[in-house]
Each structure stands twice: as structure tokens, then as C-alpha cells.
């Protein structure tokens, strides 16, 4: 309920942030990620094959000074990964399956006609229910994904780090949209020097920005 009213109360900001400023934007966007869980135990990496999800989102267009924009969004992110594994009679994929609602904030320096931007900004991923789907010699069960802080548990919940951003404005208000996110928390349940989980992800999304009247 706290992540619900924390995702309404920065929708509602949102848009008061439109209203207060005559040449803002607000638009939506839609695209596919490529994501990974890159993991570290006992020092040695065990990163999976990056796995490809959804997302989609509501972005706003803030102009601060003649080349420079603040450029906020909330989305809906698909993340995890696949990992593969076989023995002489037995073939395995286990699939991580992590949605979280992730609000970034970036900050844009645009060419002079706005058709190009470039950017970078935190942001913070609030966690929704997830799951692991695994598949083997093709019958596939599904069960929870579980967030805490315990060796029962498979990840942390919330997370945050850096997000970097390339835009291009099309014609008609539409927008093709390149952009990297790394992960900074430590997703580990149990937290020591030589274990480490953390996320990537790559995403391309196309927008619409509504004209402000």
C-alpha cells in the first residue's frame, strides 16, 4: 500500500509540475529492456544471460535555462535474468523475473532546435510482486520471488542507482529514446564483503509528448 500511495503522490507532482510551467510536457512512453543480474559469491562472478522485458511509463519535459531540461519519469520495468544449465539428462532455465515502478531523474542538455538530448540522473526502484519461472526438459513451474534481508530470501527489495539517457524528438511530438541504467545497492539478502548482486539494464523506448495548451 505505501509503494502505491508513493507512485499516486509522484503522479499527482507530476502534473502539478506541468501546470506551473507554460513550455513543459508531459508524455508517454513504451519500449522493450535488456536486463541482467550481475552477481558476484565468494568473489567469483555468476552473472546470467540478460533477459529481455517490458516497460512503459509517463515522462515530463521541464525546460530550466535555454539548452538545459529536467526530464523526470515513472515506469513500469521488466528486470532479471536467464540462466541455463544442463546435464547429461536434464536441461534447465531458470528465469528471474524483477517489476519494479522506477522514477528517474534526469537532466538534459538539448541542442538548440531540441531535436537531440543527452542526459544523466539517480534513480530509485521501488519493487512490485516478481517471480522465478523454471523450465525443465520443458515443464515449467513458477513460484514467488522472495525480497528481504535473509538467506531465505533471493534479493533485496528497493533499488537505486544512475541512469543515462540519449533522446531524439521526432516530428509530431514523437520521441526515440536510448537509455542505461546501473544499479548501486546491493541486492544480496545477506550482505558480506565477497558476495555482491547488482542491476543493468538497457532499454529503447518511443514517446508522445501532448502538446501543453
Same mark, same amino acid.
Not at 520443458?138 to 513460484?143: D, I, P, S, V, Y
Given at each position: 500500500m505505501k509503494k502505491i500511495l508513493s507512485i499516486l503522490t509522484v503522479?499527482?507532482? $507530476?502534473?502539478?509540475?506541468?501546470?506551473?510551467?507554460?513550455?513543459?510536457?508531459?508524455?508517454v512512453t513504451a519500449g522493450i529492456t535488456m536486463s541482467n543480474l550481475n552477481e558476484k559469491i565468494n +568473489? !567469483?562472478?555468476?552473472? +546470467?544471460?540478460?533477459?529481455? +522485458? $517490458? #516497460?512503459?511509463?509517463?515522462?515530463?519535459? !521541464?525546460? =530550466?535555462?535555454k539548452h538545459v531540461t529536467f526530464m523526470p519519469s515513472l515506469?513500469?520495468?521488466?528486470k532479471g535474468r536467464v540462466e541455463n544449465s544442463s546435464t547429461q539428462f536434464t536441461t534447465t532455465k531458470v #528465469? #528471474?523475473? =524483477?517489476?519494479?515502478?522506477?522514477?528517474?531523474?534526469? $537532466?538534459?542538455y538539448t541542442n538548440t532546435n531540441r531535436s537531440f538530448y543527452v542526459g544523466a540522473g539517480p534513480y530509485v526502484g521501488l519493487n512490485f510482486p516478481s517471480k522465478v519461472v523454471t523450465e525443465?526438459? *520443458?515443464?515449467?513451474?513458477?513460484?514467488?520471488l522472495k525480497f528481504g534481508k535473509t538467506a531465505a530470501d533471493d534479493v533485496r527489495g528497493m533499488d537505486f542507482g544512475g541512469n543515462f539517457i540519449i533522446g531524439f524528438m521526432l516530428k509530431k511530438g514523437f520521441t526515440l529514446v536510448f537509455n542505461y541504467a546501473q544499479g548501486i545497492?546491493?541486492?544480496?539478502?545477506?550482505?558480506?564483503?565477497?558476495?555482491? =548482486?547488482? #542491476?543493468?539494464? $538497457? *532499454? =529503447?523506448?518511443?514517446?508522445?509528448f501532448l502538446k501543453n495548451k
Open positions: 503522479s499527482v507532482l $507530476f502534473f502539478q509540475l506541468q501546470a506551473y510551467s507554460q513550455k513543459s510536457r508531459v508524455g +568473489g !567469483v562472478s555468476n552473472n +546470467g544471460d540478460s533477459k529481455s +522485458g $517490458f #516497460t512503459a511509463g509517463l515522462v515530463l519535459d !521541464v525546460p =530550466i535555462a515506469n513500469y520495468v521488466q #528465469t #528471474t523475473v =524483477i517489476n519494479y515502478a522506477e522514477l528517474p531523474f534526469n $537532466f538534459v525443465t526438459n *520443458g515443464a515449467e513451474t513458477e513460484r514467488e545497492r546491493d541486492l544480496s539478502p545477506v550482505q558480506k564483503n565477497d558476495n555482491r =548482486i547488482n #542491476t543493468t539494464s $538497457f *532499454g =529503447i523506448k518511443v514517446g508522445w
